[in-house]
């Protein structure tokens, strides 16, 4: 089964995914970007306010390739729990709102997004969406790079709430705005549920 741990940079989805490592501890941890040398372009991006939008979302696609074909397929095909700190949905959300923010001439940027992975990506059996105002998301994150600000932020979350109205059985939101032992606690609730513990 693949899990997925999705949220504005700054809800928690880290320290949760930490959290569950000793909950499930042999479970296959994994996350996106990946450490990898795609993982790492992707990072130099990410701290480029220059980079171009659309030569960023190849990035993240090309780490989410090797990350299926490298680490989640093979898990998933030994019968591991794959937990993932952020996946598709994430570049769904966020690079949606990169390129709609861009003058990249792209009318529907999180279809077109989808329809880049519709070929190629695998799904996730359940999401656990951590959710937060885009404020207080910026501001427990730093506001250190262009995908921590205010704005932006606000974006990237219409575009979860998009993704969470098309599939609402997918997603489990989760308040993010509870103390992160309450948080923890709720998604280890959650987890029990979807692996019928």
């Known amino acids: 089964m693949l899990i997925t741990l999705e949220g504005l940079d700054g809800s928690g989805k880290t320290t ?110 359940a999401t656990i969406y951590l959710d937060l105002d885009a404020r207080e998301a910026a501001e427990r994150a730093g506001r250190t790079n262009k995908f921590e600000q205010d704005g932006y932020l606000a974006a990237v979350r219409k575009n979860y709430e998009r993704l969470i109205d098309a599939e609402p059985d997918r997603f489990v939101r989760i308040d993010a705005s509870q103390s992160p032992e309450a948080v923890i606690a709720r998604v280890e609730e959650v987890l029990s549920e979807l692996l019928g513990e």
Request: no cysteine; charged share 25%; net charge negative.
């Open 16 to 125: 949760v995914w930490e959290a569950l490592h000793d909950v499930y501890p042999d479970a296959t941890f994994t996350r996106e970007p990946t450490d990898s040398w795609y993982g790492e372009a992707v990072d130099r991006s990410i701290a480029a306010d220059d980079a171009d939008p659309l030569a960023e979302l190849f990035l993240l696609t090309a780490d989410h390739a090797d990350h299926l074909s490298g680490t989640i397929e093979p898990a998933l095909a030994d019968g591991d729990l794959v937990i993932s700190d952020r996946y598709s949905d994430s570049r769904f959300a966020y690079q949606a709102a990169t390129l709609a923010a861009s003058d990249v001439d792209i009318d529907r940027p999180l279809e077109y997004i989808k329809g880049i992975h519709a070929a190629f990506s695998r799904p996730p059996d």
